[in-house]
Protein backbone atom coordinates (compact mmCIF):
# COMPACT_ATOMS: atom_id res chain seq x y z
CA UNK A 1 0.00 0.00 0.00
CA UNK A 2 2.86 2.48 0.88
CA UNK A 3 4.04 2.01 -2.46
CA UNK A 4 0.81 2.83 -4.41
CA UNK A 5 0.67 5.94 -2.41
CA UNK A 6 4.13 6.53 -3.40
CA UNK A 7 3.54 6.02 -6.85
CA UNK A 8 0.60 8.76 -6.56
CA UNK A 9 2.14 11.21 -5.28
CA UNK A 10 5.22 10.97 -7.74
CA UNK A 11 2.42 11.10 -10.29
CA UNK A 12 0.66 14.30 -8.76
CA UNK A 13 3.51 16.22 -8.33
CA UNK A 14 4.71 15.82 -12.08
CA UNK A 15 1.73 16.47 -13.06
CA UNK A 16 1.62 20.01 -11.72
CA UNK A 17 2.14 21.87 -14.78
CA UNK A 18 -0.70 20.37 -16.29
CA UNK A 19 -3.74 22.75 -17.99
CA UNK A 20 -6.72 23.01 -15.89
CA UNK A 21 -9.47 20.32 -17.49
CA UNK A 22 -13.18 21.14 -16.50
CA UNK A 23 -15.04 17.91 -16.70
CA UNK A 24 -18.37 17.59 -18.12
CA UNK A 25 -21.34 16.19 -16.49
CA UNK A 26 -21.91 12.71 -18.40
CA UNK A 27 -19.72 10.17 -18.81
CA UNK A 28 -19.69 6.56 -20.61
CA UNK A 29 -16.42 4.25 -20.62
CA UNK A 30 -15.68 0.55 -21.06
CA UNK A 31 -14.20 -1.07 -18.08
CA UNK A 32 -12.19 -4.05 -17.92
CA UNK A 33 -11.48 -6.02 -14.84
CA UNK A 34 -13.06 -3.87 -12.69
CA UNK A 35 -16.30 -3.63 -10.66
CA UNK A 36 -18.19 -4.97 -12.74
CA UNK A 37 -15.94 -8.44 -13.35
CA UNK A 38 -13.53 -9.19 -16.23
CA UNK A 39 -15.62 -6.01 -18.22
CA UNK A 40 -18.74 -3.29 -17.97
CA UNK A 41 -20.14 -0.74 -19.97
CA UNK A 42 -20.49 2.03 -17.07
CA UNK A 43 -22.41 5.33 -17.27
CA UNK A 44 -21.36 8.29 -15.08
CA UNK A 45 -23.56 11.35 -14.23
CA UNK A 46 -22.09 14.66 -11.93
CA UNK A 47 -23.89 14.87 -8.86
CA UNK A 48 -22.22 17.91 -7.43
CA UNK A 49 -19.30 20.32 -8.52
CA UNK A 50 -17.01 22.06 -7.01
CA UNK A 51 -13.87 23.75 -8.39
CA UNK A 52 -11.36 20.96 -6.48
CA UNK A 53 -13.72 18.24 -6.55
CA UNK A 54 -16.83 16.27 -8.49
CA UNK A 55 -18.91 13.93 -6.64
CA UNK A 56 -20.81 11.02 -8.98
CA UNK A 57 -23.12 8.13 -9.23
CA UNK A 58 -21.97 5.48 -11.39
CA UNK A 59 -23.65 2.28 -13.00
CA UNK A 60 -22.78 -0.52 -15.25
CA UNK A 61 -23.96 -3.42 -16.46
CA UNK A 62 -21.80 -6.83 -17.35
CA UNK A 63 -22.71 -10.07 -18.96
CA UNK A 64 -20.44 -13.31 -18.44
CA UNK A 65 -20.08 -16.86 -19.14
CA UNK A 66 -17.32 -18.43 -17.01
CA UNK A 67 -16.13 -19.52 -14.01
CA UNK A 68 -13.75 -17.58 -12.31
CA UNK A 69 -14.43 -19.05 -8.84
CA UNK A 70 -11.59 -21.59 -8.71
CA UNK A 71 -8.28 -19.22 -8.86
CA UNK A 72 -10.18 -17.27 -5.67
CA UNK A 73 -11.97 -20.38 -4.04
CA UNK A 74 -10.10 -23.70 -4.49
CA UNK A 75 -12.11 -25.52 -2.41
CA UNK A 76 -15.19 -24.78 -4.72
CA UNK A 77 -16.42 -26.46 -7.46
CA UNK A 78 -15.71 -25.03 -10.84
CA UNK A 79 -18.85 -24.47 -12.48
CA UNK A 80 -19.28 -22.53 -15.52
CA UNK A 81 -22.42 -20.14 -15.65
CA UNK A 82 -24.44 -16.68 -17.04
CA UNK A 83 -24.21 -13.91 -14.55
CA UNK A 84 -25.11 -10.26 -15.07
CA UNK A 85 -23.03 -8.13 -12.60
CA UNK A 86 -24.43 -3.80 -12.02
CA UNK A 87 -22.03 -1.87 -10.29
CA UNK A 88 -23.75 1.04 -8.74
CA UNK A 89 -21.10 2.80 -7.11
CA UNK A 90 -20.81 6.83 -5.03
CA UNK A 91 -17.50 8.40 -6.17
CA UNK A 92 -15.16 11.63 -5.63
CA UNK A 93 -13.01 13.00 -7.93
CA UNK A 94 -10.41 15.56 -6.51
CA UNK A 95 -7.92 17.40 -8.95
CA UNK A 96 -7.98 20.71 -11.37
CA UNK A 97 -5.44 18.74 -13.56
CA UNK A 98 -6.22 16.86 -16.53
CA UNK A 99 -4.78 13.96 -14.23
CA UNK A 100 -6.76 13.51 -10.75
CA UNK A 101 -7.77 11.08 -8.01
CA UNK A 102 -10.86 9.19 -7.64
CA UNK A 103 -12.29 6.88 -4.85
CA UNK A 104 -15.68 5.57 -3.84
CA UNK A 105 -18.09 3.22 -2.40
CA UNK A 106 -20.50 1.19 -3.77
CA UNK A 107 -22.17 -2.59 -4.55
CA UNK A 108 -21.94 -5.02 -7.04
CA UNK A 109 -25.58 -6.38 -7.57
CA UNK A 110 -25.31 -9.84 -9.35
CA UNK A 111 -27.72 -12.50 -10.80
CA UNK A 112 -27.19 -15.72 -12.58
CA UNK A 113 -26.74 -19.02 -12.42
CA UNK A 114 -25.20 -20.57 -8.61
CA UNK A 115 -24.72 -17.51 -7.08
CA UNK A 116 -25.08 -19.36 -4.05
CA UNK A 117 -21.24 -20.14 -5.09
CA UNK A 118 -20.05 -16.91 -5.14
CA UNK A 119 -19.33 -16.46 -1.01
CA UNK A 120 -21.21 -13.34 -1.37
CA UNK A 121 -24.19 -11.99 0.59
CA UNK A 122 -27.23 -14.21 -1.39
CA UNK A 123 -30.86 -13.44 -1.09
CA UNK A 124 -31.91 -17.08 0.13
CA UNK A 125 -30.75 -20.21 0.35
CA UNK A 126 -30.87 -21.23 -3.82
CA UNK A 127 -31.40 -17.71 -4.82
CA UNK A 128 -29.84 -16.20 -8.46
CA UNK A 129 -29.17 -12.89 -6.63
CA UNK A 130 -26.11 -11.57 -4.63
CA UNK A 131 -24.33 -8.30 -3.98
CA UNK A 132 -21.41 -7.62 -2.98
CA UNK A 133 -19.99 -4.39 -1.01
CA UNK A 134 -17.20 -3.12 -3.42
CA UNK A 135 -15.11 0.09 -3.57
CA UNK A 136 -12.42 1.97 -5.63
CA UNK A 137 -9.08 4.13 -5.92
CA UNK A 138 -7.45 5.07 -8.69
CA UNK A 139 -6.51 7.84 -11.21
CA UNK A 140 -8.58 9.40 -13.77
CA UNK A 141 -6.64 11.56 -16.76
CA UNK A 142 -8.61 14.10 -19.36
CA UNK A 143 -7.36 14.38 -22.57
CA UNK A 144 -7.15 18.37 -23.38
CA UNK A 145 -8.23 18.68 -26.89
CA UNK A 146 -10.41 15.68 -26.78
CA UNK A 147 -13.67 14.35 -24.84
CA UNK A 148 -12.00 11.14 -23.89
CA UNK A 149 -10.88 10.13 -20.55
CA UNK A 150 -8.64 7.18 -18.95
CA UNK A 151 -8.93 5.60 -16.03
CA UNK A 152 -6.98 3.05 -13.28
CA UNK A 153 -8.62 1.67 -10.38
CA UNK A 154 -8.30 -0.60 -7.70
CA UNK A 155 -11.06 -2.35 -7.28
CA UNK A 156 -11.46 -4.37 -3.82
CA UNK A 157 -14.55 -6.57 -2.99
CA UNK A 158 -15.38 -7.71 0.25
CA UNK A 159 -16.63 -11.27 0.91
CA UNK A 160 -19.44 -11.24 3.42
CA UNK A 161 -19.69 -14.28 4.49
CA UNK A 162 -15.70 -15.05 4.66
CA UNK A 163 -14.88 -11.63 6.02
CA UNK A 164 -12.55 -11.32 3.74
CA UNK A 165 -11.24 -8.76 0.89
CA UNK A 166 -10.86 -10.38 -2.38
CA UNK A 167 -7.81 -9.97 -4.06
CA UNK A 168 -7.42 -6.36 -5.76
CA UNK A 169 -8.69 -6.17 -9.34
CA UNK A 170 -6.78 -3.39 -11.15
CA UNK A 171 -8.98 -1.77 -13.29
CA UNK A 172 -8.63 -0.16 -16.52
CA UNK A 173 -11.08 2.05 -18.19
CA UNK A 174 -11.06 4.33 -21.64
CA UNK A 175 -14.45 6.06 -22.60
CA UNK A 176 -15.61 9.61 -23.22
CA UNK A 177 -17.45 12.64 -22.09
CA UNK A 178 -20.10 14.47 -23.27
Not at 5 to 19: K, M, N, W
Not at 85 to 90: K, R
Not at 153 to 160: A, G, N, R, V
Amino acid sequence: MRHILIILLLIQFFSIRGQEVVPKNNFLYLEGLGNGGYYSLNYEKTLFKSPFSRTYLRAGLSVTYDSWIKPIFPNKPRTFFLTYNTPLIVGVEVGTKNLRYEYGIGVDFTAGENTRHLNMLVFGKNSRYATTPTGLIGLRYYCKKKPVLYRLTLTPFYDITEKVIIPYWIGASVGFQF
